[in-house]
């Protein structure tokens, strides 16, 4: 489905760029091989007519890149807001400035919607700067393995969140199998869980890419990125080092994280950091009733609410077997 509707995708946004709807896009550009798809903001519509690209490996989620690209404009737009207040203070008759036009259009899958909402519902994308256009998806391909990615094997939903319009058809929201296996690593002893994960996160060279990408991941500054904290020289210098990262990274996004994915796909290690994540999931549904991150702009997430009907420390110690 992918790939027959490049050309679509195309023409319409050659048409929004030419009626000034949108001057920038945010889409996927084609390198050199089918599978060698990169996200990329095409500036005009020569640019998308030669290299855009929706296929099968067009498997980044835009949402992220919203982030940036719509602080720069409202930084632009800001400083022209600045500079016409300060040219009327010296001269109440001063011409003014007109203020930049910059809208980005951004195509968006199913699952990019709900970290595209949740991105919006914590104000860091400007949504008068985004023209959203939802596109279908039938899943995308592991550019290694050259199958479908495991995300895409348990999608939990092709319905979209909050476009401005649709290409194609809109689905529904489905009861998939992604916990299991979450179940799988739940299923082990203590001993068997604590050696699944010593052996994947020692492969960890703390390249950040899983939280450059995330979505959930938007701080100005990253507490790893603290000069004072010496993070630059602890990279794999000793497994509790390697642990610690990820795991402080899950509790920092928890009840945020759309599991979208990213973060296993990007993971030069192949790593499969979502499964944290995931759990993360799994156990605030099953302890303060289910949620989905970006499901909707009016819920709040449950760790950022208290009922009184909530999980005292003692059940989820109980739960846990008596370890936390």
């Not at 199913?110 to 023209?131: A, G």
């Not at 203590?190 to 450059?212: G, K, V």
């Not at 989905?292 to 003692?314: N, Q």
Request: charged residues 30%.
């Amino acid at each position: 489905m992918q790939s027959e509707m490049t050309g679509e995708l195309v023409s319409r946004a050659k048409a929004l760029l030419a009626d000034k709807t949108v001057q920038l896009v945010l889409g996927w550009r084609r390198g050199l091989f089918d599978y060698d798809v990169t996200p990329s903001l095409f500036t005009s519509a020569e640019d998308v007519e030669k290299n855009f690209v929706y296929n099968e490996y067009s498997a980044a989620n835009l949402s992220k890149y919203l982030v940036k690209e719509t602080r720069k404009i409202e930084t632009a737009k800001n400083t022209v807001r600045t500079n016409n207040a300060l040219a009327k203070q010296k001269d109440a008759n001063a011409e003014t400035q007109a203020e930049p036009e910059a809208k980005i259009l951004v195509f968006l899958r199913p699952c990019d919607t709900y970290s595209f909402t949740e991105l919006l519902k914590e104000h860091r994308i400007f949504r008068s700067d985004v023209y959203a256009i939802g596109v279908p998806c039938d899943g995308m391909q592991d550019s290694e393995k050259r199958e479908l990615s495991e995300r895409c094997a348990v999608c939990k939903s092709k319905k979209h969140i909050g476009c401005d319009e649709l290409i194609g058809e809109d689905g529904d929201v489905r009861d998939s199998a992604r916990f299991d296996e979450v179940a799988k690593l739940e299923a082990m002893t203590e001993e068997e869980r604590f050696a699944f994960w010593q052996n994947e996160l020692s492969r960890c060279i703390r390249c950040n890419a899983c939280r450059d990408v995330c979505p959930a991941c938007t701080c100005t500054t990253c507490v790893f990125d603290n000069p004072a904290s010496g993070a630059a020289q602890k990279v794999a210098a000793s497994s509790f080092e390697e642990s610690m990262y990820h795991i402080i990274r899950a509790w920092h996004v928890a009840g945020r994280c759309t599991d979208c994915g990213e973060c296993s796909r990007v993971c030069p290690q192949r790593i499969p950091l979502h499964l944290i994540n995931r759990k993360f999931i799994k156990d605030i549904d099953e302890l303060y009733g289910s949620y989905t991150a970006g499901s909707d702009m009016e819920t709040k997430p449950p760790m950022l609410t208290y009922r009184t009907s909530d999980a005292e420390p003692g059940i989820i110690y109980s739960r846990s077997g008596g370890t936390l």
